[in-house]
């Protein structure tokens, strides 16, 4: 049975950080001592002076590292198995090892491949790529090592355990880079800690921040671990502090009998995530600053005790768009924002744009987890009141994100899909209405061409659902519709239109102004493409095609219209 709890207040019992085994009992829970890890070693071949060193940095409550550190360092001389780092290394033999300095790396940092290894980072920073890629510390089936001090900041997962069992990584400070990710969606996280079918180790005393993810255990080999005294801080996009679950090959065996207590969880959609297949976890006295959710145990079939939470506000970030060229739509429409999250839109506010072209509003309030994670942004156009919460098929802008921004177009796929910068037509005056009086050849204006039976001329893309085009003419008295179309080989939708004289009018955008009558020659010639359904009476202001002047060149003679597309509203996106 799914149990998903949120908890929105903390609760009075103060839980207090630094207790000893004995304050918070986690000493009925310290695994056994053992004499061989995976790796087959006799660990009777071990220095006995270093195996107890190692022993104690995994063990030991009261572990000073700065102190245990120079002791260390005093004895290099004494001890071949006393080694130093000062960039990546893979490390196959026991002993103590140094890191010295500072070092980047694009790769996997440090590997330990044998058993009793205490690397001492000594306080130095590990640097990753920071673009969720390489791992900083992997421990390959290796037991009895410990990771004490430092900092690894900016890999895709900091410390990995791989099969180890009996493994101490204590007082880490990983840091993260707070990055999207939605593994649901195929966006891998950043992960702070993980450990894959691993047993009796201790994860203790780290600090991991900025991070998706903090702490990941995995598979039903994973079991008898301690996790405790750590804090563990998402950023503004953080998702889980700690998740359970099986280990992605397919078998459903999740972890089990784990210690999980006494760390500090912040800033994650969700503090505990027991998966499907974990089972006989304790989860305790976790303090828990969440976004959305406590804990959620998918299955049931873990415990949770005396976790206490308090929901924190979701994290907002700024959206700023910029436009050049949007028109006025009106009392009754308004533009309003999409960003695209995994395919899904999620709004991000309505705004209008008054006669001079200035927007009422430039800067609008997204979740940071919805803006950091837009691959897209939309403008529509909506109707005032808007009874849809969903976009509008009037699509009218968009673009997609790189990095900070997105620039804004018709031609995206998302919105008119196409650029028009190779529309093109001609139109002839001509009054099929009346038959074959031609005296009035100039009242009439179409989009054929007789010499081809009659054909069409104009060369304008399909429209995407939520936009029609429409022919005008304009003069004195301003825009005359003549009609809209979606097919230049088709009637438009008023056919010769309400002035056209009594006969009929050949298949094809046009109208005649017969009654009353209307002279063109001198009026402009526009096809425009309108929002539909229309916003206004007006010409909207995509115009692809213009003919400045209509010319008395005859009747039927082809007058060319001027590609204008260039001049088309356009904008930028900036999260």
Not at 74 to 86: E, F, G, K, L, R
Not at 98 to 126: C, E, P, Q, W
Not at 466 to 471: A, F, R, S
Not at 478 to 507: E, L, N, R
Request: proline share 7%.
């Amino acid at each position: 049975m799914r149990k998903l709890l949120l908890f929105a207040v903390v609760l009075a019992l103060p839980l207090m950080w630094g207790c000893s085994h004995q304050d918070n009992g986690m000493s009925s829970n310290m695994p056994d001592s053992g004499n061989q890890g995976d790796t087959g070693m006799n660990y009777d071949d071990i220095d006995p002076t270093l195996r107890a060193m190692v022993d104690e940095a995994i063990e030991s409550e009261e572990y000073d590292i700065d102190a245990k550190g120079a002791d260390m360092n005093a004895m290099a001389t004494s001890y071949s198995w006393i080694h130093s780092i000062t960039g990546p290394t893979v490390i196959t033999e026991p002993g103590i090892y140094f890191v010295r300095n500072d070092f980047m790396t694009s790769d996997d940092a440090i590997v330990i491949r044998s058993d009793y290894v205490l690397l001492y980072l000594k306080g130095h920073m590990i640097s990753g790529p920071g673009d969720k890629s390489g791992r900083g510390i992997v421990l390959e089936h290796a037991s009895h090592c410990a990771v004490v001090g430092g900092q690894i900041k900016g890999f895709g997962i900091g410390v990995v355990v791989e099969g180890g069992t009996r493994n101490g990584i204590r007082s880490t400070n990983i840091v993260g880079n707070d990055l999207f990710a939605d593994p649901a969606h195929g966006v891998a996280p950043q992960i702070g800690m993980m450990l894959v079918n691993s047993t009796y180790n201790q994860i203790i005393y780290n600090r991991i921040e900025n991070i998706n993810l903090g702490i990941f255990v995995r598979g039903g080999g994973s079991y008898k671990n301690q996790i405790a005294f750590n804090k563990v801080m998402g950023g503004d996009i953080g998702l889980l502090a700690i998740c359970y679950n099986p280990d992605g090959t397919g078998d459903p065996a999740g972890p089990h009998n784990d210690y999980v207590a006494f760390n500090k969880l912040s800033r994650f959609k969700l503090g505990i995530q027991a998966s499907a297949g974990a089972h006989d976890n304790h989860f305790e006295h976790h303090i828990v600053d969440y976004f959305v959710a406590v804990y959620e145990d998918v299955d049931g079939a873990n415990v949770f005790y005396n976790n206490t939470g308090m929901m924190l506000e979701m994290p907002m970030r700024t959206l700023t768009l910029n436009f050049d060229g949007l028109d006025d739509l009106g009392n009754d429409f308004a533009y309003e924002g999409w960003v695209i999250v995994n395919g899904h839109p999620v709004s991000t506010g309505t705004f209008t744009v008054d006669g001079g072209g200035m927007p009422s509003q430039t800067m609008f309030d997204v979740t940071s987890f919805d803006l950091a994670g837009a691959s897209k942004f939309v403008l529509t156009i909506e109707p005032v009141p808007d009874p849809d919460p969903a976009p509008a098929h009037t699509h009218y802008l968009a673009g997609d994100f790189s990095e900070t921004s997105a620039t804004l177009t018709i031609g995206d796929m998302a919105a008119l899909g196409n650029d028009f910068m190779m529309a093109a037509g001609t139109f002839i005056l001509n009054t099929p209405s009346t038959g074959s009086d031609n005296s009035d050849y100039a009242n009439g204006i179409w989009w054929l061409d007789p010499m081809a039976g009659p054909g069409p001329t104009l060369d304008l893309p399909m429209l995407p659902a939520g936009w029609v085009y429409e022919g005008w003419v304009v003069g004195p008295g301003g825009p005359v519709t003549t009609g809209k179309f979606m097919d230049v080989s088709g009637f438009d939708m008023d056919a010769g239109g309400p002035t056209a004289g009594p006969d009929p009018v050949p298949p094809f955008p046009g109208q005649d102004y017969i009654n009353p009558p209307m002279n063109l020659i001198g009026y402009a010639a526009v096809i425009t493409v309108e929002p539909y359904p229309d916003n206004s009476a007006d010409p909207f202001t995509l115009k692809p095609l213009i003919d400045g002047s209509i010319e008395d060149v005859g009747i039927g003679v082809p007058q060319a219209m001027t590609n204008t597309s260039a001049n088309f509203p356009h904008g930028m996106a900036s999260r």
